[in-house]
Structure formats: C-alpha cells, structure tokens
C-alpha cells in the first residue's frame, strides 16, 4: 500500500515563525502536492512539484514556499506564519493511472496547525 | 480548462436507504474521474476512480459511481447507508495534459441518522 506519512498531525505556532511541514511518499511517484483545506473553501492547492528540485505554483502560493531535494520528501515552508495560515494542510503524491488519462492522488492524514 | 460541480453540498439519509452524491464535470480532454471520502480530522482516502474503462465503477464499502459522457456526470451510489459512511464526500477530476493537477469539487457532507 501507497504510504504518506506527513510530520506533524497538530502543530501551534506563533506568528513570525518559520514553520517548516514535511511530506513523505513511499511509493517513487515523481509527483506531490501540498492542499489547505478550510471550511466553505475546499481544497486549494498550495504548491506542486513534479520531480526532485521541480516546482510549480498552485492556486495560492502566497506566503508559502517548497522544497524537494528527494524524491520521497516535500516540504513546504510558512516564510512567517500569519494567523490567516491557520489551516488543515494536506500532503498528496500521485502517479499515472496504468489504464492511462489522469493522475490518482493519495494523501497524507493531514496537520492542523493553529497560528496564535 | 476542467472543473467540477458537486450538486449538493449537503445530504441526508436515513441508515439503510440508498445514497445519491451527485458530480457534474467539464473537461476539454477525456476526464479521469475519482471520489474520495474525508472522515473529520483525517486525510482524503480514494473511494473508486474512471479511467476510461468501464463506466460503472465499483469502489470500497459497497460504494459504485456510473460515468455517464452524455451527461458529463459521475455520481456516487451505495444501495443502503451505513452510519460509518457519515463523511464528506469529493468529486475530483484530472486530464493527463494537465501537469497532474486534479480538480476538485467543494464537496458533499453526508449525513446518516440512525
């Protein structure tokens, strides 16, 4: 079974932090994701990378940051975490489907962080 | 450009009567199409998927959704409700020219009453 395993399930942290959120995939899928999730809102997507070192902006990059320097690792980085940053953040990894057409997503569990 | 309408944004059901989570989608390309179920405070586990295949899909917990290109819909079904199925519900749709960035809808809040 696919696993991701993301660091923290509840994290708080002050405004002004660096908060870093790490992501771990165990399957090689050359593709992550990072989502916040609030209620009313859905899932947006944050930041995408597609290989190691590889990024790409999402829907609402602002005030947030990646890294991949492995392939089963992604990170995503609050510069200085604001209260508006107070979130469910989702990890995900996908592949190609074999039967071809688009990409399945697993997730991780999830980190609830609270900025104070 | 691809997008996903999910017609309700919340159901209720009775447990043992049937549930009907309805998607709609757009897609310049032939769609893959997925639904995943949301537990409070969990992560998105897949319930079943579209892949071009066979167009009524059967998935986990007895759950099956049809792909009907005519109608561009996807719904979700399962003939009787447990109370475990109480979850959110997302439609969710991706073209393989799309950099594998999905779509997904804002989501069905299921409830099941005893």
């Known amino acids: 079974d696919v696993k991701v395993t993301q660091s923290s399930r509840y994290l708080v942290k002050r405004t002004g932090e660096k908060v870093f959120l790490e992501c771990v995939q165990d399957m090689d899928h050359e593709k992550m994701f990072w989502y916040r999730q609030d209620p009313g809102l859905g899932l947006r997507l944050i930041y995408f990378s597609y290989d190691v070192k590889m990024k790409e902006k999402g829907d609402i990059p602002e005030g947030y940051s990646v890294s991949r320097e492995k392939k089963e690792r992604f990170s995503l980085i609050l510069e200085s975490a604001s209260t508006n940053q107070t979130s469910m953040y989702l990890c995900?990894?996908?592949?190609?489907?074999?039967?071809?057409?688009?990409?399945?997503?697993?997730f991780g569990p999830g980190t609830r962080l609270t900025v104070t | 450009a691809q997008s996903v309408t999910q017609l309700d944004s919340h159901v209720s059901v009775s447990e043992g009567t049937p549930v009907l989570l309805r998607c709609n989608y757009s897609?310049?390309?032939?769609?893959?199409l997925f639904w995943y179920v949301q537990h409070p405070n969990k992560g998105l586990q897949l319930l079943l998927k579209?892949?071009?295949?066979?167009?009524l899909v059967k998935g986990i917990n007895g759950f099956e959704a049809e792909f009907k290109k005519s109608e561009t819909s996807f719904h979700l079904t399962k003939p009787s409700a447990h109370m475990s199925d109480a979850a959110e519900y997302f439609c969710v749709v991706s073209v393989a020219t799309n950099a594998g960035k999905s779509t997904f809808g804002d989501g069905t809040t299921l409830t099941v009453k005893p």
């Open positions: 579209y892949t071009s295949a066979a167009t």
């Open positions: 897609s310049s390309y032939s769609p893959s």
């Open positions: 995900a990894s996908s592949f190609i489907s074999p039967q071809g057409g688009g990409y399945e997503q697993y």
